[in-house]
């Protein structure tokens, strides 16, 4: 199954704007889910990484796709998950900026973002899309 990517790159550390341009679609790994962003957030962390790159993150190798919020709907699992199946609706915190993974196929800004699962920082979302989409607290 090929399928495509957009991103919001990072072309580099301290750079006020982001690039809107094609990624590179990755599929999961055994443990990792793939979820197609139906919104993402911005924290503070992400602003940290975009103003201040050189001194909170050193080892981001630029271009680099940040964010760490995101939830969508699953659309690939790897060979060993058994938590999600496609079509599960997931809130979940990316891991793409930690030292030890520096991927940017694992940040949230971009349609397609891949997700470990050996964490609990993912979750089945309880509400329909289109409730969280309406800007409502639920």
Request: charged content about 20%; hydrophobic content about 40%; proline content about 6%.
């Amino acid at each position: 199954m090929i399928r495509t990517n957009k991103a919001a790159w990072q072309p580099a550390k301290k750079t006020a704007s982001l690039e809107v341009k094609s990624a590179p679609y990755t599929p999961p790994s055994e443990n990792e889910i793939v979820i197609k962003n139906a919104a993402v957030a911005i924290s503070p962390i992400d602003w940290e990484i975009q103003q201040k790159g050189d001194l909170m993150s050193t080892w981001l190798n630029y271009p680099f796709v940040i964010g760490t919020d995101a939830t969508g709907e699953v659309v690939e699992v790897g060979k060993a998950v058994t938590r999600f199946q496609v079509g599960d609706r997931v809130v979940g915190f990316t891991r793409g900026v930690d030292q030890k993974i520096n991927d940017p196929a694992q940040g949230a800004f971009q349609e397609c973002t891949v997700l470990h699962t050996d964490s609990s920082r993912i979750f089945l979302a309880l509400y329909p899309m289109k409730v969280l989409a309406s800007s409502r607290w639920v």
